[in-house]
């Protein structure tokens, strides 16, 4: 580099093309010089054990190869030394494409482009493809990636557990693309499980570590096809409008536009009634009726006639939604909108919140709150107590549009009530092997559904998994057997995940224990305590353990529960509706529903309606370090002062960096700095050779 100025990447586009568990991977890198003399270049790429070059371009000149792990470990280690910047550490154990010197003119951009061919490895149903990428916070180059899958069999679905993907719609069964725009960290990977007219499914696991490798944690994905034989439960759907004083002028107008474009939507069988409250109560219908031309025309007309006035009974409005016997044969659906909290009649939240559980008719009850002044724990409540979803409109945003999303994902439903468990061969109950299970309960399965399920398991012997429920009316099983012999510490996102899924359903417990001016006692205790150890050990952010991400916040009990209990009193349970509140909510689904890391613990902000970056908290492997005093301290150190040092670049440094490379933690010795890590339960300072 000249002047100190590197050249560097601003940009990667990656088209990655599959035919029959063969991919082709089109990278185009494109290079800035920003010093004021050309420079030469080089590019070290790492790749997939396995992976061949196709082909290389640089302004029309150059090659590359492939160097083999062994090779490419003294690469990295030359640059490490030679710089003395251990980044490239994270790459230990991958293979690299190396290729020839091109040029780069001053100020100037170089475009490269790079081909790579390998076969993707298979386990059962599933195809997994990996693409390695750096896991630093400080890596922040855009990427494109699309991707484009062709099977000659049918594929159920297609999931990335480290990117939020955009799957394109396709009629075509054996074909499924998608896309990513993104700047976040860390390796690309997706999965696509085959399948054919039933239910496809497979397991990922990642033990515990080398201390307890009997038991970890699982996750299971499932794609949820259309069914071609049984005739598809009809639905039953209540939609109930907040007519309130508050919802005057354009949000009445949006809801009522709503609503007509939900009823239009209901197919035959289906059936429906409309609720609208202020402080009373009105019903289209005393109970559901059957859409049909003479129904609808009737409903767009009572939906004509909704004016905004009054205030907010809740409670009546649900009772009243809930009252009804649902026709049999049908699945009892409740769309429930509201912009306020409840202000008449019965405003208590445990006896709203009691009408769900009494409700022996199980509605699902999706509740969509609209702006900033909903009780947003109540709304989160009612929604999950019923294996629905709770969704929220922030002001300004178009009601018309939001109710129409909420309504878009209640199609026909292939398996209502479903449950998990572990089973012998025959479906028999076997206890012990699974525990933990979320989301807890499982939700209703609908045609086109992804079904992600994270859980706890003992045992390395295979384990047999019954998913069961009712579909078209009729009981339904599906077993599925794994072996648990592909276990692997690669898969450390999953206890990732399962950590971000628990850690939801705690805080839902904690607001509710606000409620009615509740103060939660010793409950609020045990559960805040059990947010802040897996928010430390899993590096997982919330807005009630800020605190884990600023310099000298604790990372240690009692210090780091007593920093987080007063924040979880006035935020989680005393906050019932504002803006901030719906802030948490919308925070919490995030969580609850993770199927993708959040490597940034990106939290949305209320104030400011932007998610907000950490870049304070460096997840690597299943562990998690926490930036102090420059460097970097293992979660699991805790308060710990390091007992002995180990330099980098000592026999003893390479020693435990192999033995890193097996637990997938290597990358840990990739970040600058001191560095305090856990190692076989002694607190160990990683430091330079000065």
Known sequence: PFAGQAVRVSAVAADITVEEQVATTHLVVDLVNDADQPQEARLLLPVPEGALVRGFAAAGLGSAEVLPVAEAEGIYA?????????????????????????????????????????????????????????????????????????ASSAIATVYSPSHALMVAPTTAPGVRSFSVATTAPGNFRFSYLLGGAG???????????????????????????????????????TLVIDRSGSMNGEKIAQVRAAANQIVAGLGNGD???????????????????????????????????LLAQGGTNIHDALAAALAPAPLPGTLP???????????????????????????????????????????????????LASRAVPTYAPSGSDVEIAAATVFGRLGVPELTSPQLSATDALGGPVSG????????????????????????????????????????????????????ARASAANAFVPRLWASRR?????????????????????????????????TRYGILTPYTAFLAREGGPLAAPAASAAAAPVFRKEAMEDRASAGSVGQSVNAKAMREAACVNARNGLYDAATDKVVDCDAIQQVGDLAFYRRAGGWVDGRAGATAPTR??????????????????????????????????????????????
């Open 333 to 383: 659906l409740v769309l429930f909108l509201t912009d306020g909290r409840p202000t008449i009649g019965q405003t208590s939240e445990r006896a709203i919140r009691a009408l769900v559980s009494g409700d022996a008719s199980q509605r699902r009850i999706f509740t969509l709150g609209v702006g900033g002044d909903v009780n947003a724990p109540l709304l989160d409540a009612l929604a």
């Open 433 to 484: 092997r699974i525990s933990d299970i979320l989301p807890g309960p499982l939700p209703d399965l609908f045609a086109g559904d992804q079904l992600v399920v994270l859980g706890r398991y003992v045992g390395n012997a295979p384990l047999t998994l019954t998913l069961s429920g009712t579909h078209a009316g009729a009981p339904r099983q599906l077993r599925f057997t794994f072996t648990l």
């Open 645 to 690: 040092t180990i330099l980098r670049g000592t026999p003893e440094f390479a020693a435990l960096l192999v033995r890193l490379q097996r637990e997938h933690r290597h990358g840990c010795l990739a970040l600058p700095g001191d560095l305090t890590l856990v190692v076989d339960g002694e607190t160990v300072l990683i430091a330079e050779l000065r």
């Open 78 to 150: 030359g640059i490490v030394a030679r710089l003395r910047d251990p980044a490239l550490l994270e790459f230990a154990g991958t293979a690299l494409v190396r290729s020839s010197v091109f040029p780069v003119a001053a100020h100037g951009r170089q475009r490269v482009s790079l081909d790579l061919e390998q076969v993707l490895a298979a386990d059962g149903q599933r195809i997994d493809y990996v693409l390695p990428r750096s896991e630093s916070l400080g890596y922040c180059v855009p990427w494109t990636i699309h991707g484009a899958v062709h």
């Open 503 to 535: 850690i939801a359903v705690l805080i839902d417990a904690i607001r509710a224990l606000g409620a009615d001016g509740g103060h939660g006692g010793e409950s609020l205790k045990e559960l805040s305590d059990e947010v802040v150890r897996l928010s």
């Open 199 to 237: 239910v496809t499914a497979s397991l990922l696991a990642c033990p515990d570590g080398p201390e307890a490798p009997d038991r970890g944690t699982f996750l299971l994905l499932a794609g949820i096809p259309r069914s071609a034989g049984g005739v598809p439960m009809p639905r039953e759907l």
């Open 271 to 305: 059936r429906f009634n409309l609720i609208a409250y202020n402080e009373g109560v009105d019903l289209f219908a005393p109970a559901p009726v059957l859409k049909d031309a003479d129904s609808e025309r009737a409903a767009r007309a009572w939906i004509a006639s």
